[in-house]
């Protein structure tokens, strides 16, 4: 569960900080912070370390939060801004989800709004005079508005009680999300220096959380750092080999039903992946930021909205969003950082339910990437900084360690040997490849020094399992001495070789052809006898194609008896139906983890209600009766006689429970506006048989390639090149090979066995074009 992950918390005071002395809260059942989150959020205790950072925020001092994705960040603002006099002003750059985010707060009966440029001006000045007149407790605001005086003078005109920066990352230049308005935030310090701020992020190195305090003045902030590990996300890296039927296989045996995301780098494979998908019979949407925007934003919301759908998407997704029941990351492509793989992966299980984090890795990856290094905008010192940033992710792809340990060490912090990651489970070995890496190596020496040539991984290949093909011949590589000098491996597996050669720098690749030349390291594994330690994965084929049971429909609903299972459903379609007459996602009205508690308890009353995690007083109020219908309706101890109001706070009920899924909550005053597009369930196949012939591609062991210290370094030195373009900003095309015909999304039926790795060469693995745009939220 996320509650073990964050209890080992270790709250940071930046080293000059004084002690901060925070408000007289008194004990646990009186303070207003507790009372809040109890009565309005419906929680009965504080995550981690919320307490602390809540006092800190409500005396008056200023915090740096750094929180694993989903670790409970928005209530350490939300509270303060509850607590203290005045309105909590909130910068997010999640245009898109600001409604949502306002919904969900006025849910609970929290008064908030937002301004940003999504907005009519009529809608615009409503919210202003609602700021000016105190009527509201939360404000979301843009970044890009605090650029306007009009923004500023507005802010004068009323009281504020916290500034919250949400999603602080986007201030850091060399972050995968910079954000330049977020540089023009350490305004709100120096115009409002009463007001304490918070900034919040969950992604952030050593490095980034001193680039974040700096830029945005709070470096004597108190600073505190949760726990990073998310021990519900199960993390698994695998060979890529056909990676669309790998994904389908995985969906299909282990996450059917479920809602998910693939990441993809390109538009182009996104579109394609969603089709492939949704024709196998999984339903999925693309987002990417070629869409416009009301596809986009169209999509986006189903994806809120339903239940089991796919988005297949590129990294523009995801920031922020609150939907608590992603159950699998996919990443079908190499993520260009360790920062961004993680935030992706903690996309999933924030409700603290068993997800997966699965991606699949190969060859083909490291040459694209470290390509676009080497094409892309910036001087030396940028390049260098993106390598770095590769060679972490790629350290962590051909580990045999403990992934999580990796993960966690990568963010400064320790772990154990986890047993819910892939080298955990099975774990991959380690062996000498000296040998096979000195025969890589001294062909490409051969063919460069004896002819004059270099040549991608395909043709080094060749030459080395002595595969007399056209190409071959034409240039009489078959008269080399090392032709045919490396039998003892097949091919799959000598690409597995080069693969772990580049990510261990003992090889590099160049140009649009991606050919491969030798490295100043490559001398020592050729003349200097330096020992090769490469990975071998472990066969999995087997373990994949072992049927799974069946899968009960999700796993929200894997611990109940059968009759709670019925109840749980119940509620669902109840949740369903009320959430679609309101227009917000069904998680807006209930979590599935608070559905399933009253599956179980079965409360009788509105009273008894008032126990269970995740209904506070407003949500009581609004839905209170709705549940206890469809208990009562469902045969559980709830009789329409027991649902008397107990607390008196709420009247009585207003007759007998209807048959079915019970009367759904009256209409919700909070927004009328938005259509409810929700649909019911989404149907899926079960449990589809079909295997990954996975790779038994072999690997390397290698020490983490980049370690905080060095990146450090390398973004102190950024310091100077202010208001630049982001680092990992667009791509234009690299190499237009085009995907293979035969493998065309939609186009063939699901394999039920998946061809044999090799037979697939990998010239032919498309690249992606790279015609990703900057991160994109609106
Ligand atoms: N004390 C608590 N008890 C129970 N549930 C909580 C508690 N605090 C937060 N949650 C729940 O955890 C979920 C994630 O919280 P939140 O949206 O604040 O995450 P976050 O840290 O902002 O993540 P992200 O980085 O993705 O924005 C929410 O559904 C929230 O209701
Ligand atoms: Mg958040
Ligand atoms: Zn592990």
Same mark, same amino acid.
């Given at each position: ?23 007289? &809260? ?67 750059? &999640? ?21 940003? /440029? %999504? ?276 350290? &962590? ?69 002595? !595969? ?111 959430? !679609? ?20 308890? !079965? ?5 008894? &209600? ?11 109020? !609004? ?82 390639? /980049? ?40 186009? %063939? ?30």
């Amino acid at each position: 569960m996320l509650s073990d992950g964050v209890r080992r918390i270790a709250a940071v005071s930046a080293p000059e900080v004084e002690s901060v002395t925070v408000g007289n &809260l008194g004990d646990a059942g009186n303070d207003p912070a507790h009372q809040v989150l109890r009565k309005t959020f419906g929680y009965d205790s504080f995550r981690g370390p919320q307490r602390d950072i809540v006092e800190q925020v409500i005396g008056g001092g200023d915090a740096l939060v750094l929180m694993p994705t989903g670790g409970g960040k928005s209530l350490c603002y939300q509270i303060p801004a509850l607590v203290r006099p005045g309105v909590g002003v909130v910068i997010s750059p &999640l245009i898109a989800l600001m409604q949502d985010q306002v919904d969900a707060l006025n849910a609970v009966g929290v008064r908030a709004g937002f301004l940003n /440029s %999504t907005q009519f001006p009529d809608e615009r000045r409503t919210v202003e005079a609602q700021f000016v007149a105190g009527e509201l407790d939360v404000l979301y605001l843009a970044p890009e508005r605090l650029r306007l005086d009009s923004t500023a003078s507005l802010l004068d005109r009323g009281k504020i009680s916290v500034f919250a920066i949400d999603e602080a990352h986007c201030v850091s230049q060399w972050g995968h999300d910079f954000r330049p308005d977020y540089l023009g935030l350490s305004m709100l310090h120096e115009r409002w220096p009463d007001v304490p701020r918070i900034a919040l992020t969950a992604t952030a190195t050593e490095a980034t959380r001193k680039e974040i305090a700096e830029r945005l003045d709070l470096t004597r902030a108190k600073h505190f750092v949760a726990s990073f590990d998310r021990p519900n996300i199960q993390y698994r890296i695998e060979g890529k080999n056909r990676p669309e039927h790998q994904l389908l296989s995985f969906i299909q045996n282990e996450h059917a039903g479920d809602a998910g995301i693939v990441y993809c780098l390109s538009r182009n494979s996104v579109e394609k992946t969603a089709a492939f998908l949704t024709a196998n019979g999984v339903e999925a949407v693309p987002y990417h930021a070629g869409l416009d925007n009301r596809t986009r934003a169209t999509n986006q919301a189903r994806f809120l909205r339903e239940d089991g759908l796919v988005v297949v998407a590129t990294i523009a997704f995801g920031m922020g969003i609150d939907k608590p029941d992603v159950r699998f990351v996919a990443h079908l492509d190499l993520p260009k950082s360790v920062e961004g793989y993680y935030q992706e992966t903690g996309r999933a299980g924030r409700d603290g339910q068993p997800s997966t984090a699965w991606m699949v890795y190969g060859l083909s990856d490291v040459v694209q990437q470290r390509k676009m290094i080497d094409s892309s905008d910036g001087d030396a010192m940028h390049r260098r900084q993106l390598q770095l940033h590769l060679d972490a992710m790629l350290a &962590l792809c051909e580990t045999v360690q403990c992934r999580r340990v990796q993960l966690l060490a990568y963010f400064g912090q320790q772990g154990e040997r986890c047993g819910n990651c892939d080298t955990c489970l099975n774990a991959p070995e380690s062996w000498d490849g000296t040998v096979p890496a000195q025969k890589v190596l001294s062909t490409v020496l051969r063919l460069k020094r004896e002819r004059g040539q270099s040549f991608g991984a395909g043709h080094i290949v060749d030459i080395l399992i002595g !595969k007399r093909n056209p190409k071959v011949e034409q240039h009489a590589h078959h008269e080399l001495k090392v032709f045919g000098i490396g039998t003892e491996l097949r091919d799959i597996e000598w690409r597995g070789v080069i693969r772990q050669l580049l990510a261990q720098g003992l090889l590099a690749v160049h140009g649009d052809y991606g050919v491969l030349t030798l490295t100043e390291a490559s001398n020592q594994v050729l003349f200097e006898k330096r020992e090769v330690m490469l990975r071998r994965e472990p066969e999995r084929a087997k373990a994949a194609r072992t049927p799974k049971p069946a899968k009960a429909s999700r796993l929200a609903a894997a611990d109940l008896s059968k009759s709670d299972t019925d109840l749980f459903e119940k509620l669902r379609a109840w949740r369903g139906a009320t959430a !679609k007459e309101q227009g917000v996602p069904a998680y807006v009205v209930f979590h599935d983890a608070t559905l399933r508690e009253i599956a179980t308890r !079965k409360p009788a009353t509105l009273a008894d &209600l008032a126990g269970i995690s995740g209904i506070g007083e407003n949500k009581r109020a !609004k839905y209170g009766e709705g549940v206890l219908e469809v208990i009562a309706a469902a045969g559980g101890t709830a009789t329409p006689a027991a649902q008397v109001d107990s607390t008196g706070l709420f009247g009585s009920p207003d007759g007998p429970a209807e048959a079915g899924a019970g009367r759904p909550a009256a209409k919700s005053s909070t927004n009328g506006r938005r259509s409810a597009d929700a649909r019911g369930e989404t149907s899926s196949p079960a449990g589809a048989s079909g295997s990954a012939a996975v790779s038994p591609a072999v690997g390397s062991r290698f020490a983490a390639a /980049s370690s905080p210290t060095a990146r450090q370094d390398a973004s102190a030195a950024h310091g100077s090149a202010g208001g630049s373009t982001a680092p990992e900003s667009r791509h234009t095309s690299g190499s237009g090979a085009s995907p293979s015909a035969g493998r065309r999304a939609g186009s %063939t039926p699901p394999p039920s066995n998946f061809a044999a790795a090799d037979e697939i060469p990998w010239p032919d693995e498309a690249p992606p074009d790279f015609d990703d745009l900057p991160p994109d939220y609106q």
